[in-house]
């Protein structure tokens, strides 16, 4: 196992594989991965703009997800709780509070007046343009120490390991239970 913070980004995989071929030598990388992880996990996390933090002091990280997930266009609530993986119950109840915020909006379906489909408000709108803003300014930041080589492999690996799990998965099936609101 390696001791120090970075004894890893002194050892090259190359180095690792040539000293120990085996098994062993994947599962130690395997604890590294493991490792390294939730320290990735903060330095890549979604945090609120500085600039929007009282705006939004009263707003959810899951309801700014939720706020993000709308951004790319009105749904319908059973589509906003897959999206959110979610049941639609917890998916009801989480846009309840975000049209008492002011940043959703219910309208009927114009094919079919049964369904009701949510949407941004002016003001939801607003503020999903700053933080998506915020997250590329965010991530660029943090990806600034990667060359652009590096940054395509990084992509390439993140894609390979995406597919792979899609590949993994019974087809139609969520990738996990769906969650009630404010459950880890």
Partial sequence: MFRRP?????RSFE???????SAAARAELVEEFLRLRPRLQRHFAFSKP?????????????????VLVL???A???????RELEVTESAATALADRLVRLGLVERHADPTDRRLVRLALSPKAERLAA??????????GRALEPLSDGQLCQLIDLLDTLLVAE??????????QEPREEGSA
């Fill in 15 to 21: 180095t690792l594989m040539a000293a120990n071929p």
């Fill in 6 to 10: 970075y004894d890893f980004m002194e």
């Fill in 71 to 73: 951004e790319r266009g």
């Fill in 50 to 66: 500085a600039s929007l933090r009282e705006e939004l002091a009263e707003v959810t990280l899951h309801q700014l997800e939720a």
């Fill in 166 to 175: 899609v590949r993994n998965q019974p087809s139609g099936e969520p990738r």
């Fill in 130 to 139: 700053d933080m998506e803003e915020h997250r590329r300014s965010t991530i």
């Fill in 75 to 81: 749904l319908a609530m059973r589509e906003l709780a």
